[in-house]
Protein backbone atom coordinates (compact mmCIF):
# COMPACT_ATOMS: atom_id res chain seq x y z
CA UNK A 1 0.00 0.00 0.00
CA UNK A 2 2.96 2.06 0.49
CA UNK A 3 4.12 2.04 -2.29
CA UNK A 4 0.65 2.91 -3.92
CA UNK A 5 0.54 6.09 -2.07
CA UNK A 6 3.81 7.31 -3.55
CA UNK A 7 2.82 6.79 -6.88
CA UNK A 8 -0.89 8.22 -6.58
CA UNK A 9 0.15 11.17 -4.43
CA UNK A 10 3.00 11.66 -7.80
CA UNK A 11 -0.14 11.49 -10.34
CA UNK A 12 -1.98 13.63 -8.36
CA UNK A 13 0.39 16.00 -8.01
CA UNK A 14 0.37 16.35 -11.85
CA UNK A 15 -3.48 17.02 -12.32
CA UNK A 16 -4.84 20.82 -12.84
CA UNK A 17 -7.03 21.39 -10.50
CA UNK A 18 -9.33 22.44 -13.31
CA UNK A 19 -8.97 19.04 -14.88
CA UNK A 20 -10.64 17.23 -11.92
CA UNK A 21 -13.77 16.45 -12.28
CA UNK A 22 -16.90 16.81 -9.94
CA UNK A 23 -17.81 13.10 -8.44
CA UNK A 24 -21.42 13.00 -7.64
CA UNK A 25 -20.76 11.17 -4.33
CA UNK A 26 -19.13 13.90 -2.37
CA UNK A 27 -16.99 11.63 0.42
CA UNK A 28 -14.91 10.24 -2.74
CA UNK A 29 -11.70 11.97 -3.61
CA UNK A 30 -12.21 13.80 -6.52
CA UNK A 31 -8.84 12.40 -8.03
CA UNK A 32 -8.67 8.98 -7.46
CA UNK A 33 -12.32 8.10 -6.05
CA UNK A 34 -10.97 6.83 -2.43
CA UNK A 35 -12.07 7.19 0.66
CA UNK A 36 -10.72 9.48 3.41
CA UNK A 37 -8.84 8.96 5.87
CA UNK A 38 -8.80 12.32 8.26
CA UNK A 39 -11.02 15.26 8.04
CA UNK A 40 -9.38 18.46 9.32
CA UNK A 41 -10.30 22.20 10.01
CA UNK A 42 -7.88 24.92 8.64
CA UNK A 43 -6.80 27.30 11.50
CA UNK A 44 -6.35 30.82 10.21
CA UNK A 45 -5.08 32.22 6.65
CA UNK A 46 -7.61 33.03 4.00
CA UNK A 47 -9.40 29.14 4.68
CA UNK A 48 -10.06 29.48 8.25
CA UNK A 49 -12.85 27.14 9.39
CA UNK A 50 -13.01 25.51 6.43
CA UNK A 51 -12.66 21.31 6.96
CA UNK A 52 -11.09 19.63 4.44
CA UNK A 53 -10.65 15.76 3.70
CA UNK A 54 -7.50 14.03 2.82
CA UNK A 55 -7.54 10.80 0.68
CA UNK A 56 -5.78 8.63 2.01
CA UNK A 57 -4.21 6.88 -1.16
CA UNK A 58 -2.83 10.06 -3.29
CA UNK A 59 -3.36 12.29 -0.24
CA UNK A 60 -5.11 15.19 -2.10
CA UNK A 61 -7.23 17.30 0.26
CA UNK A 62 -10.90 18.59 -0.85
CA UNK A 63 -13.31 20.82 1.00
CA UNK A 64 -16.34 19.85 2.66
CA UNK A 65 -18.74 21.65 4.57
CA UNK A 66 -18.49 20.88 8.43
CA UNK A 67 -22.56 20.42 9.05
CA UNK A 68 -22.41 16.94 6.67
CA UNK A 69 -21.16 13.76 7.49
CA UNK A 70 -18.59 12.69 5.29
CA UNK A 71 -19.94 9.13 4.84
CA UNK A 72 -23.48 9.61 3.78
CA UNK A 73 -23.98 13.15 3.08
CA UNK A 74 -26.21 13.46 6.09
CA UNK A 75 -26.74 17.15 7.64
CA UNK A 76 -28.76 14.84 10.77
CA UNK A 77 -26.96 15.16 14.50
CA UNK A 78 -23.11 15.03 13.82
CA UNK A 79 -20.90 14.85 16.96
CA UNK A 80 -17.65 15.62 15.75
CA UNK A 81 -15.88 15.13 18.96
CA UNK A 82 -17.26 11.27 18.84
CA UNK A 83 -16.76 10.73 15.47
CA UNK A 84 -20.38 9.34 14.64
CA UNK A 85 -23.33 10.80 13.75
CA UNK A 86 -27.25 9.84 14.27
CA UNK A 87 -29.59 9.95 10.97
Known sequence: MAALQVV????AADIDKRDV???????LCPVC???????MVRLGGE???????????CATE???VRS????????GFVAVSVGYHRP
Open 21 to 27: PYLETLG
Open 8 to 11: WTDL
Open 62 to 64: WHM
Open 68 to 75: KCSNCDST
Open 33 to 39: GSHPVAS
Open 47 to 57: HDNYRYLQCGL
